[in-house]
């Protein structure tokens, strides 16, 4: 096909492509957030009205909002709010007030809405995406975040409990269920940080003496609720109270609210659904293991198998295909290096998660950091032969040792643009440094195109063992890198030791 051609056919694809998602965003309403397709509809006597958020403000009692195309919460008028919403409040005979109210995940404004009707003095509210924020605002029956006793702060949840100094009566986590990945390779969704003990130890942190805090959301399993009231007792010294109930709206799935710290224990027991979870031995979520949907460490036989298949069968393929030199010892550097560098990556990602939050912006920085740093290190080879390679190793090894050693707490520093500064300086210094010594070896190699492909292929095996995290935790990954960068440095041939002063 002539390439001017071709080059109007994908011309032609493009445009039709883009008037598809104008003409789906026109007849559907869509809202396009940070994370989500938005629509959200009206229930007008029981009935389905598609509203139009660009359009007027509909007086509706009750509305739903979808995500991706999935039910993800509603935005209701006080009486026909759910009972989990007035729990914290009714529990407690006479019902409980409270001065300081913290809600994470504030969603389009339930809880806040409920807050304000029980007299509370001042409301945080925590919710990641802006979109919702919007939409709330506009659309909620009871208008919540108009109200001037509400700050709004659209941010991740652990990143505002590490910023703020402020002191709450009640702290809830409010449904933050999530439908997003934070990263893509071993499932850390959105809200995974709010589910592990850290994260609980900084709510602790920040109730006041006769706080409370409240948990609450739809769970699948028995086992996961007791496993969060487990953590929770880890943190606060006593079994949490516990709530349930059936959800005519969610027939699969069981309703359940934990509630913990001193004033839980004024809740009387006797009222119907109360009790305590079941005690626990499955493993607590932590900052590095932060797979609470998990019973234990491991790897699904699923994930192993699946990876095998992609593996063996890349290898075969390739073996087969690929140019003669692409197996032979040369190249096995380049590999070796390649899955070290990905490994390292996958970690780093998450570790800045947990340093400024699990928004995009902050995924960006990521890429951002890690993108400066390498060009550094080619800019740094191609100004300087560094022809002994020793002190890069001794470098390497001593960035990889540090990483391992110092805890990552050390970098909770501020300004944030200092803190950021720091964690790419410590987090990324050894991919500086492999990349100073891949440079160098890239340069002065006979066949360029299979170095390249080699390393291209380290890289598969190196995501495919960022799964490992499942097992080990993200923080052991870096022992896996310095493996790899270890066999590397060990496949060198001799005439590349001669070359660079190794032998």
Partial sequence: MPRDRFFRLNLAFLTA?????AASDLVFHNVWSPYYRLNLVAMEQGEVVRVDPRGGRPAADRYVLAANGARHQEFTALPRSKLFYQLPYAAFEPPAGYDEVLVVGAGGGNDVATALAHGVAHVDAVE?????????????????????????????ARSFLEKTDRQYDLIIFALPDSLVLASNLSGVRLESYLFTRESFESVQGHLKPDGLFVLYNYFRYDWLVDKLGAMVEQVFGERPIYHSYADPDSQQLVFATLLAEPRARQIDLNQPGFGSPAASAAPPATDNWPFLYMRGPGLP?????????????????LRRLSPRGLFDRDSWSYFFMGAAFMLLESKSIVQFLLLFGSTWLVNSLVFFGILLVVLLA?????????TDLRPLYLLL???LAV????????????PRILRYLAAVALLFSPIFFANLIYS???????????????????????????????YLGYHQLILLAGGFYGLAFFSLTRPHHRALGLS
Wanted: charged residues 15%; without cysteine; negative net charge.
């Fill in 17 to 21: 492509q883009i008037l598809a998602i």
């Fill in 128 to 156: 990641i995406d802006p979109q919702i924020v919007a939409l709330g605002r506009r659309f909620h029956p009871e208008h919540p975040y108009d109200d001037p006793r509400v700050t709004i702060h659209v941010d991740d």
């Fill in 301 to 317: 036989a699923h994930y192993t198998a699946s990876l095998g298949v992609i593996l063996a069968f890349s290898f075969l393929y």
């Fill in 378 to 386: 080619n800019g740094l080879a191609a100004h300087f032969p560094f």
């Fill in 397 to 399: 090894a001593a960035a």
């Fill in 403 to 414: 990483n391992f050693l110092l805890p990552l707490d050390r970098l909770l520093i501020e």
């Fill in 440 to 470: 160098r070896l890239f340069r002065d190699t006979a066949h360029a195109n299979l170095a390249f492909g080699a390393n291209m292929l380290g890289t598969m095996l190196g995501g495919s063992m960022e799964y490992l995290a499942l």
